[in-house]
């Protein structure tokens, strides 16, 4: 663990800032005035870099048209292997392990549909209670369809206190009938990392393979999914990497499983000298990229080449160790200053274990929500008690942070909360 040394007053805050080596890359987003945002855990802010590139996109359309899939200035039927290889870095992989397809949903069942394979009593798949809904629901449906029921092979670690999960609970649910383990990189709602390392070594022990979600930590914690030998992972691009709303998702495949067909085959999986051959037979790629499936969304996939540069530029090992200071000044100020408010801080404390968000907890926490928005904070709730409050490493300041927990105070203290119910919107 880092060592860190505090002050609550807003000269200190400002210092931090003076000193913050990630300082500049701030400008280079679109912050609205007036407002602090910490809420980029669950949509990044637009930077500069990635609205030019999905402009000059628009223009390689609007002045080349189809021509635009091969020529101008960023390639359309390449750009999915250009953007795996600009993000194989934060994951730890080669660039042939990595690409930038789809959704976060759509590569979860191509890749369960990929490496499920039940055979004898080795039936059932292993994830976890405290994963993100989403996940479930798609191994739901993958063991429904190969005709099994959910009720009885799905089976899901229960967590001893409602945040965490153990890693001891988890290998010792690694019994000889599970075939498959998808199991989330960093807890969505505590913001807890789970030892990848030390699961994916307990279940190749078993035989049995294993994969990661990593939306909640691409693009905030460095990985190491090719030396830690994992099978595969997915992940969003919309959130700590501000590729946008809807932006195409990505998908790590380890070397040692290339040339396995996928379970769910599309032209766009193909070779591509192979592609336009119009073969009925397919020839998948030898690399990560024959798990795609269909077009890219060209116009989703744009923004990330300019968001993408800002993070080859910062580095993910400067990005974590801001984050990591950053939300550790989160929490002593929460506790110096919210201590008589009935919060509790519902992260892990440890850096090892911290993923980019601080998960406060309170019992009126959906309307605190309501009233951080209305006082120009942008929050995240979710059920049922929590305030995620991310304060991101490329345009967060340390001022902002100071500023967020004033603001908290002071909506305590007035019982400003107290206008609204404690009910979530429609998007939380």
């Not at 000193?19 to 912050?31: A, S, V």
């Amino acid at each position: 663990m880092l060592s860190y040394s505090f002050e609550p007053t807003l000269e200190f805050a400002r210092k931090l800032d003076r000193e913050d080596k990630l300082w500049h890359f701030r400008h280079e987003f679109y912050l609205k005035p007036g407002s602090i945002y910490m809420d980029g855990n669950s949509l990044g802010l637009l930077s500069k870099r990635a609205e030019k590139t999905l402009l000059e996109s628009l223009d390689d359309w609007k002045e080349l048209g189809i021509d635009g899939w091969t020529q101008g200035r960023h390639p359309w039927f390449y750009m999915s292997e250009r953007l795996g290889e600009m993000m194989a870095p934060l994951v730890g992989a080669s660039p042939e392990e990595v690409i930038v397809t789809g959704s976060t949903t759509v590569n979860l069942h191509q890749l369960v549909a990929t490496f499920y394979k039940p055979e004898g009593t080795r039936t059932k798949i292993l994830a976890d209670e405290l994963t993100f809904p989403s996940d479930i629901y798609a191994l739901q449906s993958q063991l429904r369809i190969r005709g099994y029921d959910p009720d009885t092979h799905l089976i899901c670690v229960k967590s001893r206190d409602g945040r965490f999960l153990e890693e001891d609970d988890i290998i010792a649910a690694m019994t000889d009938d599970i075939a498959l383990i998808i199991l989330p990189t960093v807890l969505y709602r505590s913001g807890q990392i789970l030892d990848m390392k030390r699961l994916t070594e307990e279940a190749h022990a078993r035989g049995i393979f294993i994969g990661f979600d990593a939306c909640h930590s691409i693009g905030a914690i460095p990985h190491s999914f090719s030396e830690w030998e994992v099978d595969f992972a997915f992940w969003c691009n919309y959130k700590y990497l501000n590729g946008g709303p809807g932006c195409v998702a990505g998908l790590y495949v380890n070397r040692k499983h290339f040339g396995k067909l996928p379970g769910l085959a599309g032209w766009f999986g193909s070779k591509k000298d192979k592609q336009f051959d119009m073969e009925h037979t397919f020839t998948p790629a030898e690399t990560a990229g024959a798990y795609q499936i269909g077009t890219p969304h060209v116009l989703s996939l744009a923004p990330l080449i300019g968001s993408l540069e800002i993070f080859v530029e910062a580095g993910i090992e400067n990005i974590r160790q801001k984050s990591l200071q950053i939300t550790r000044y989160l929490m002593y100020l929460i506790e110096h200053e919210l201590k008589d408010f009935g919060f509790a801080i519902g992260n892990p404390r440890d850096d090892a274990r911290r993923g980019g968000h601080v998960s406060l907890e309170h019992d009126e926490a959906a309307r605190i929500c309501k009233s951080l928005k209305e006082n120009g904070v942008i929050p995240d709730f979710r059920a049922p008690n929590i305030i995620r409050l991310a304060p991101i490493a490329l345009y967060t300041s340390y001022e902002e942070v100071w500023k967020v927990v004033q603001i908290l105070k002071k909506i305590m203290k007035e019982k400003q909360y107290e206008k609204f119910t404690n009910e979530r919107e429609v998007v939380a």
